[in-house]
């Protein structure tokens, strides 16, 4: 009977394409669409946010008069941004605020150019080199006490 019955290999059937995805797949795409999203969204907000910043700090350093009283207002906006960080900040005089204005990571206002906001505001003359590293050191501060960095 065997010899009758027109038999042939079996064949399988063509292995899937990778085209489209299982649906799995899409979910994972979609996940990780969401997350990258979400991540851009975020850098755009805090990038959107120091930009503000900065261009509030800049406004009140340009409607002040130069000299002095251009020091005096960086130091009034970094007693403002330093409430955020410690409420008890703004109390701080002398050589402790300068310190407090270093943070962590350096000496710039208690042993560099930031010393000159101590008593700079009321000086009748300042070097405007001077005035301008310390309108720069104060600006860089600014932004981070107001991100709320110690």
């Known amino acids: 009977m065997s010899a009758q019955l027109p038999l042939r290999d079996v064949h399988l059937p063509a292995a899937p394409g990778i085209w489209p995805p299982a649906p799995g797949w899409w979910l994972v795409m979609a996940a990780v669409m969401l997350v990258l999203g979400g991540w851009l969204l975020w850098r755009w907000l805090q990038r959107r946010r120091r930009q503000r910043w900065l261009t509030l700090f800049d406004t009140q350093l340009q409607a002040a008069a130069a000299g002095p009283a251009r020091l005096a207002a960086a130091s009034e906006l970094l007693r403002r941004a330093a409430r955020r960080v410690d409420r008890q900040a703004v109390s701080l005089q002398g050589q402790a605020w300068l310190q407090f204005l270093d943070g962590a990571k350096g000496r710039e206002f208690s042993e560099g150019d930031g010393r000159l906001l101590l008593d700079g505001g009321f000086r009748p003359q300042l070097d ?22 110690r």
């Open 128 to 149: 405007a080199a001077a005035l301008a590293r310390a309108c720069d050191l104060a600006r860089a501060r600014f932004v981070t006490l107001m991100a709320g960095t």
